[in-house]
């Protein structure tokens, strides 16, 4: 008899589904196993309005396969001119369930993004109030930084004194990557979770360069050193409810991703519950894999857990996902954790 584990279906607290083309070729791979997903606005142009945002939930809603009920929570990407009473009618509408902070030129599509986070204290404070989550990418740009440390210095410079000012905001650390990142989530009390995507819980910096430069490893914030590595495994399996998934699936074509300046980003939505299955058995923690994929990211969002169940399965031999989803916007490969796979869903 394999083994099974049924738990409440997943959410994905953090995913790139771009638009058009891409968009169409990629979300079933998310809509197979997720209930619902936090989408980033970093589009070309942003996500910014209540109206960009509904416009971009109907493109989703559009590019679903017929028997799917997946639901796309929507985010706004904040600009140093987002209009605060925008923000308020976008959390009104129920469709928008946080705003996204990327410091201009931290990643992908960041241009757009806060220079100065005193340029948007008002928005902040009107988020606080209303009770809108903050979703963070956690990495500073200055370029005096080393690209290894950004995300601790992001801590001691943006976070902490914006959580000193603004103690009633509600945040969420995107895809921390450090054990400082982990460290400073595990010592506050309220309103600060961390999402801890699928490819930093099994790469680290290693895996990124040794033997040859592997670009689709390469995503930002950039995997670190395998002591951090092992500190992320610790928090997602200790059932905490301050850390839950966030894939940061990303999709870039392979043309952009293998290039002298390849694109970042890590495609795992095919098979990140199988590689999780993974992580929390070696750790011999799948009894909190369902705290970690279903049901603390919720609770953080003060949204109810799915009523679905989803089953995982173990086989003897391994489970083969395809290396490549083929979209009408180019192939896409499919994370490779670097070991075989051996559960499955349904
Ligand atoms: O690796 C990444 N890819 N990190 C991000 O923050 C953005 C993302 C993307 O949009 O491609
Ligand atoms: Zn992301």
């Not at 040859?212 to 995997?223: N, Q």
């Not at 999780?276 to 923690?285: I, N, P, R, S």
């Not at 369902?290 to 953080?300: Q, R, V, W």
Request: hydrophobic share 40%.
């Amino acid at each position: 008899m394999p083994k099974t584990l049924t738990i409440t279906q997943p959410d994905d607290w953090h995913l790139h589904l771009r638009d058009g083309a891409m968009l169409q070729g990629i979300l079933p791979e998310s809509a197979r196993d997720f209930g619902r997903a936090i989408i980033m606005p970093n589009l070309v142009p942003p996500v910014v309005t209540l109206a960009d945002a509904t416009a971009y939930h109907g493109r989703i809603i559009n590019a679903l396969p017929a028997s799917s009920d997946f639901t796309p929570l929507m985010t706004l990407y904040l600009t140093e001119t987002t209009d605060a009473n925008d923000v308020a009618a976008a959390h009104a509408s129920g469709l928008v369930k946080a705003v996204k902070l990327y410091p201009a030129g931290a990643t992908t599509n960041s241009d757009s993004g806060v220079k100065n986070i005193k340029n948007v204290m008002p928005v902040l404070e009107r988020m606080a109030s209303i009770g809108l989550p903050l979703c963070v990418h956690g990495e500073v740009t200055d370029p005096s930084i080393d690209i290894f440390d950004r995300e601790a210095v992001f801590i001691d410079r943006v976070l902490e004194p914006l959580r000193q000012n603004l103690p009633e905001l509600r945040i969420i650390m995107e895809h921390v990557t450090t054990k400082d990142g982990v460290d400073y989530i595990g010592e506050t009390e309220k309103n600060l979770a961390g999402t801890l995507t699928t490819h930093h819980l099994i790469i680290n910096r290693n895996d990124l360069l040794v033997g040859g430069i592997k670009p689709h490893y390469y995503c930002l914030p950039i995997a670190k050193r395998e002591s951090h590595r092992l500190a992320l495994v610790k928090a997602a399996t200790s059932g905490d409810p301050r850390y839950f998934l966030g894939t940061d699936s990303a999709p870039h074509s392979d043309p952009n991703k293998e290039s002298a300046c390849g694109c970042a980003g890590v495609f795992s939505a095919t098979n990140t519950m199988a590689c999780l299955a993974h992580v929390f058995e070696t750790a011999g923690a799948l009894d909190r894999l369902e705290k970690f994929t279903s049901l603390n990211g919720p609770a953080y969002y003060r949204l109810p857990a799915n009523t679905a169940k989803t089953t995982l399965t173990r086989h003897d031999s391994p489970v083969i996902f395809p290396e490549k989803i083929e979209t009408k916007a180019g192939p896409v490969t499919v994370f490779d954790p670097g070991f075989p796979l051996h559960w499955s869903t349904s």
